[in-house]
């Protein structure tokens, strides 16, 4: 493991306990920074006490929203050893985004050493009860101090974690989807692809909308035509109709998941007919109406799989499968939880071991 400079926090918070633990309430003791500036390259690599960072009023990046982000997590196996699910696919994604936000390329070895790194610093703060993990944030600020727009020649990365709860405390859990023609989220050539602030910003009012009217989550069609189905929230949309699984391209708008690309695999692996395609919400209704819409569901790192139990569209809502979580959806839960604790095989090697702290 590369050798950072550490210097370990003197006042360590009381660790939670499992049960109660939520979604990026709380965060770690320790986290991993990293400076960038034009002609000295990335630089400083450390890993410091847990804290605020202090930024200059006129900071380019809380004007103009050059930030990137990624989200990936480490699960505490029933042997009680840490692994990190598909790490150099993340750190891979996360230089994707930042060369898209016009920001300086990225050294994903490099990146890929801060998580191992700090992780193996806070490993106790890796949670033990099922369903639980240690969620990571590599980010990326734009750190120039201006008003002007244009891509900054200052950045900062800096890694966090919060320990989370277990998404299904009572077992896989079928949630109800807005289809909205209203609120649009990404348009080709635009910022879609890339865990980018801009995105997530783009999506709260649909959100909000869509809670109001009895939703869970917002499924957003493309920006264009507002026809053909593009993700849900932050997770990407896959559906079975007949014998056919099928999930929208990756063409611009979304984001390449990386939940989607590890289910795929795996129901490539088990024979099934997987199309990425486009696909319309008019054809998704039909298939609903005419009961031939099986099984639907988001893909995510948050919650691995979220079933549909009902869509909703232009006033007309549709229940699939009984508003029961189907076969396949369960079965990609399962395999994939077992993957990332331990207890099933791994063929494609998705699970790296954190190395043990440093003594
Ligand atoms: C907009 C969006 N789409 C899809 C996903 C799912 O991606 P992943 O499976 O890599 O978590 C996320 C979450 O990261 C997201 O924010």
Known sequence: MADFPITRTSQPKPKPADEGLAFGKLLTDHMFLMDYTEGKGWHAPRIVPYGPISMDPATTVLHYGQAIFDGLKAFRGADGRVRLFRA???????????????????PVDLIRESFDALVSVDQDWVPRAPGTSLYLRPTIIATDVMLGVHPAH??????????????????????????????VRAVK????????????????????????????????????????????????????????????????????????????????????????????????????????LQEMWGTGTAAVVSPVG???????????????????????????TGIQYGRGNDPHNWTSLVPAPRG
């Open 88 to 106: 150099q696919r993340h750190a891979e994604r996360f230089a994707r985004s930042a060369k898209i936000m016009c920001m300086p390329e990225l």
């Open 154 to 183: 200052s950045y900062l990365y800096f890694l966090i974690l919060s320990p989370v709860g277990s998404y299904y405390k009572e077992g896989v859990k079928p949630v109800r989807i807005l289809a909205s023609d209203t609120h």
């Open 189 to 292: 050539g635009g910022l879609g692809e890339a865990k980018t602030a801009a995105n997530y910003a783009a999506s709260l009012a649909g959100q909000r909308d869509a809670e109001a009217a009895g939703y869970t989550q917002v499924l957003y069609l493309d920006g264009v035509q507002r026809k053909y189905l593009d993700e849900v929230g932050t997770m990407n949309i896959m559906l079975r109709i007949g014998d056919e699984v099928i999930t929208p391209p990756l063409a611009g708008t979304i984001l390449d998941g990386v939940t989607r690309n590890s289910a795929l695999t795996l129901m490539r692996d088990w024979g099934l007919r997987v199309t990425e395609r486009p696909i319309t919400i008019d054809e998704v209704m039909q298939a609903g109406r005419d009961g031939r």
């Open 310 to 336: 009902t869509l909703g569209y232009r006033g007309e809502d549709v229940t699939i499968n009984g508003g029961r979580t189907g076969e396949l959806t369960q079965k990609l839960y399962d395999t994939i």
